[in-house]
């Protein structure tokens, strides 16, 4: 990939949470040396860089969604729109990723049928959390594995769907250990995972739906 374009911003009500998503992901690409050009910045991408940005890509690249949303949009703290399903045309050629809650129910999909590569994302509202930083980090790490791996090469969606659910599994028996009330909203989110791939026209989605 070459480019990747990060949409973050700070919450009322998870604070810094969306932030921490992308602390942790700069980290791992500066720690595996990755060349990639991160643009926007955090609370600083409104719809207009946006699509300014955008418009400067046309392959080979990643929009990341630390943000909230809902079945039709990618939405910033004031709840304005910044990516809407009828819009899904300006993503020609790009992976999606995004943990918007239920951004895989109509927005992922026109994205793929508008022939986005790849869209991983939540068919259901999920879950981030505030508290001690030990428990939050099991919910970062597991809303980025995924991303982490499209970054390391894994692009295939069956194989990336089977490793990051394994992953949200085993983050969940740790849950269980740690602070068992807070489990089953990882396991939430874990059964809202989707992925869509669409290759050469050929339309995948795991788990099939």
């Known amino acids: 990939m070459n480019d990747l374009v990060l949409i973050s911003y700070t919450d009322s009500l998870l604070g810094n949470y969306f932030k921490s998503c992308r602390d942790d992901l700069k980290h791992f690409i500066e720690h595996k040396d990755i060349s990639i ?36 949009a990618v939405i910033d703290q004031n ?22 809650c239920s951004n895989a129910s109509s927005l992922g999909k ?9 869209f991983f994302g939540y068919n259901q509202d999920t879950h981030g959390i505030q508290g001690p930083q030990n428990l939050v980090k099991i919910f970062i790490e597991s ?23 394994t992953f949200f599994t085993q983050k969940i028996e ?5 602070n068992k009330l807070l489990a089953p909203l990882l396991l939430h989110n874990r059964e809202a995972m989707q992925i869509y ?10 788990p099939e739906i």
């Open 174 to 178: 740790t849950l269980k250990e740690e």
């Open 37 to 72: 050009r991160i643009h926007c910045d955090h609370d600083g991408c409104k719809k207009q860089v946006l699509e300014e940005t955008i418009c400067d890509l046309s392959d080979n690249y990643i929009v990341v969604a630390f943000t909230h949303g809902n079945e039709n």
């Open 143 to 165: 809303e980025n594995f995924a991303l982490k791996r499209i970054l390391s090469g894994i692009t295939d969606g069956k194989a990336l769907y089977e490793e990051t659910y």
């Open 197 to 206: 791939t669409n290759e050469n026209g050929n339309k995948k989605s795991f």
């Open 79 to 100: 709840t304005t729109e910044l990516i809407h399903k009828t819009e899904s045309g300006n993503y020609h050629n790009a992976i999606f990723y995004s943990i918007a």
């Open 110 to 118: 026109e994205l793929i049928n508008y022939s986005s590569k790849l």
